[in-house]
């Protein structure tokens, strides 16, 4: 089983965002039995708050429930867990070093690094806008769908 765990600052937005739309994605390709997909905060701020009202009517748009999610906060045992650390930021990346101590294994990357065109995800708490951020999100996880299938992983 593949895992992945996708990470952004207070995980009610963007990395909560990559986590339903990437297992929907998984699903309707058949590959959900392959991937265990989840998300995370690096801080504390927002822990066991709902999914951003944003991120949830967005996804609703698409089909796509988010009920039962609640922020939580990436630990350092989250390394050993799993195989891909996604974050959506440079930001991220330090902070999600910083919990890890490190990343020998060469597991933590930004989500759109996966793409042609590597780059932050900007952050729609600040910018309100959730459509860009959903477009970003799915060119990513189409792009690391396409890695797993190049790198064999399915």
């Known amino acids: 089983m593949i895992r992945v765990l996708f990470v952004c600052h207070g995980?009610?937005?963007?990395?909560?965002?990559?986590?339903?739309?990437f297992r929907d994605m998984v699903q309707k390709q058949e590959l959900g039995d392959r991937f265990h997909i989840e998300s995370a905060a690096t801080s504390r701020e927002e822990i066991g708050n709902p999914v951003h009202y944003g991120t949830r009517n967005k996804l609703k748009q698409l089909?796509?429930?988010?009920?039962?999610?609640?922020?939580?906060?990436?630990?350092r045992k989250d390394y050993d867990k799993y195989d891909l650390l996604l974050g959506m930021d440079t930001w991220n990346?330090?902070?999600?070093?910083r919990?890890?101590?490190?990343?020998?294994?060469?597991?933590?990357h930004r989500l759109l690094d996966f793409t042609t065109e590597p780059r932050d995800i900007a952050d729609p708490w600040y910018t309100g806008d959730f459509d860009t951020t959903y477009e970003d999100v799915y060119e990513g996880c189409i792009a690391l769908l396409q890695y797993f299938r190049?790198?064999?992983w399915i």
């Open 11 to 21: 995980n009610i937005c963007r990395s909560t965002m990559c986590e339903f739309v």
């Open 63 to 75: 089909g796509i429930s988010t009920e039962g999610k609640y922020a939580v906060q990436m630990t």
């Open 93 to 97: 990346i330090r902070n999600m070093l």
């Open 99 to 108: 919990i890890t101590g490190g990343d020998p294994d060469n597991k933590i």
């Open 150 to 152: 190049k790198e064999k």
